[in-house]
């Protein structure tokens, strides 16, 4: 049985990417995503005009893991056009790339320790600390993890998160957080004042407002389910926090697609540099990567996973709020 470093190995024949597939499926999403949107502003029916909204929700949820991607450097590497076409994108998404980036690689390099900085994380306490914090940094620490903190993930996670808490943690270095709020409310303002509430509802406010709900959602079960291990620093290994503390999302074909094969998250966290459209073809070759710690997005899964809010060492596992209080 392949572990640590032999597993890693294993996994390099599919860290390459297909060129003209990573173009292929670059290309027609953006051109689905763009139709989507023009049709939430041409079409005369408003179910019509609904229903595109939705789809462009779902297109720039697929459309960010395919950016996530790139900035992984896994597709489209040394590219100028790619480069700036994702680079616009991040923008539109508020999510500058350079923030994204550092808080990205500091999650992966630093993904299920207990006892670091939850930088690009939700942050993880053990039981023993949450009962020793004061009643300001329990509500914060929950606050963070709740579920109504990843409803409104547009205005928490990514526009105040994203753009003006690092813009004002240092504003020299994080000048562009800034210019992307700027040209975000400028887009938002002129499609109000252009074309009306419902264009600028259906075409601008939903479209995000869902996709980050769902971002910010997936990002949570991805590390934040029932089965999920945390170690102490001096015990952790990267193998052991992809396979053991990064799920594998169990979705049909459907939302696979829509989500780009994230779902198959603990390969991703063993090798990033496997370009999302090869993921299945990694977990069909090695057997390893089949048993995996697996979630959903069927409600009792959604329930089972948001109510996790603590690490327990004694018992080994996250448990709910109604167990924190002492015996």
């Avoid at 406010?205 to 949570?220: D, E, Q, R, V």
Wanted: charged fraction near 15%; aromatic fraction near 16%; charge should be positive.
């Amino acid at each position: 049985m392949l572990t640590g470093k032999e597993l890693i190995l294993a996994t390099k024949p599919f860290a390459k990417e297909i060129r003209w597939k990573s173009w292929y499926y670059t290309i027609t999403t953006f051109l689905l995503l763009i139709g989507t949107i023009a049709g939430t502003m041409y079409f005369d029916a408003l179910g019509l005009r609904v229903l595109c909204s939705v789809g462009a929700a779902l297109l720039l949820s697929r459309t960010f893991i395919i950016f996530h991607d790139f900035q992984h450097h896994t597709i489209l590497r040394g590219s100028h056009i790619a480069n700036a076409l994702f680079t616009i994108f991040g923008v539109y998404m508020i999510t500058p790339p350079n923030i994204w980036k550092r808080s990205h690689d500091h999650h992966h390099n630093n993904n299920a320790k207990l006892f670091s900085a939850s930088i690009g994380s939700f942050p993880i306490m053990t039981r023993q600390r949450f009962m020793e914090a004061s009643k300001k940094e329990r509500f914060e620490y929950l606050a963070v993890r709740h579920p109504v903190n990843m409803f409104f993930a547009y205005f928490t996670t990514f526009m105040y998160g994203m753009c003006v808490q690092s813009f004002v943690s240092n504003p020299r270095r994080h000048w562009d957080s800034l210019a992307v709020i700027i040209l975000h409310v400028s887009i938002a303002a002129f499609l109000f004042i252009q074309f009306g509430w419902l264009t600028w509802f259906l075409t601008f406010f939903l479209p995000f407002f869902l996709s980050h709900m769902l971002g910010a959602y997936l990002f949570y079960a991805q590390h934040n389910f029932p089965g999920a291990t945390f170690k102490k620093n001096a015990d952790w290994t990267y193998t052991d926090a992809a396979l053991e503390s990064s799920s594998f999302m169990d979705l049909n074909p459907f939302m696979q697609w829509v989500t780009a094969n994230i779902g198959f998250h603990h390969i991703h966290h063993l090798n990033s540099k496997i370009p999302f459209y090869r993921l299945p073809e990694a977990m069909a070759a090695i057997p390893e990567l089949q048993v995996a710690k697996v979630t959903s997005l069927k409600p009792s899964d959604i329930s089972a996973c948001l109510k996790l809010k603590v690490w327990d060492a004694d018992q080994n596992r996250m448990i709910g709020f109604d167990e924190m209080t002492p015996a």
